[in-house]
């Protein structure tokens, strides 16, 4: 029992280097297979069109394939995120014959620039392009992740009533928190003197920056509204 045990001792951290040099050969792995509706929107398994099988990851994301639930191949590409949810890099839609359907590149969840396309004989349709430019500037109203003031929105008030004192009356404010957190269209509804606005919308204008609203991962722009009670 003595000479097995020193035998284990021995071998043991030989075995422990092994599989740890695998599991890295391996890479970062995708989260377990998800289920898809048929606009390829998360859904419940009882629900789903299809179903996204996980693969691993490396330099340019992770990559994963999308089958309908019958086994059939739909698309494979590439995501931004390890729970494969943002399509980011090269991706090909397939009919159920196996011939390529369409193929070209997403960008942060959105496809982008030419896409090729073929009918379901394999013929060539017209290309189409896809402009990211006008998402740009979209203002969100309501995004994934709200912007967050540095202690909440309550911190905000207090700030504003330090700078300027309480307000009365329904005052609202309302701005736009950019990308980078800073605030723009910074307007003030319900003060009884105008000036009194001017000095909220300043003291509002002249506050920390805001952590900044995402959607899809991404920071967006979004428009809030505050009450100053």
């Not at 035998?7 to 377990?32: E, H, I, K, R, Y």
């Not at 179903?51 to 086994?71: C, H, K, N, R, V």
Request: some cysteine.
């Amino acid at each position: 029992m003595a000479r097995i045990s020193e035998s284990l001792n021995s071998t043991m951290p030989t075995l422990l280097a092994t599989l740890l040099l695998v599991c890295l050969s391996l890479g970062p792995v995708c989260a377990q297979r998800s289920y898809l509706d048929g606009g390829l929107e998360p859904t419940s398994k009882g629900k789903a069109a299809f179903y996204l099988e996980p693969g691993a990851g490396d330099a340019s994301g992770w990559s994963a394939q999308i089958f309908t639930m019958a086994g059939v191949l739909k698309a494979k590409g590439h995501y931004a995120d390890a729970e494969c949810k943002v399509p980011d890099g090269r991706f090909v839609f397939f009919f159920p014959d196996g011939k390529v359907e369409s193929e070209g590149n997403y960008a942060n969840g959105y496809k982008q620039g030419i896409w090729a396309r073929n009918d379901k004989w394999g013929r060539e349709l017209a290309e189409k392009v896809y402009d990211l430019a006008p998402l740009e500037n979209l203002v969100y109203t309501i995004a994934e992740t709200m912007p967050q003031y540095p202690g909440g929105e309550k911190a905000m008030v207090r700030y504003v009533r330090e700078k300027v004192g309480k307000s009365r009356g329904d005052v609202m404010a309302s701005f736009i928190v950019e990308k980078d957190g800073h605030l723009s269209d910074v307007q003030v509804v319900g003060a009884n003197d105008p000036r009194i606005a001017d000095q909220i919308a300043s003291a509002i204008s002249g506050a920390p920056h805001w952590e900044a609203g995402k959607q899809d991962g991404q920071p967006v722009r979004v428009q809030m509204r505050v009450p100053l009670k």
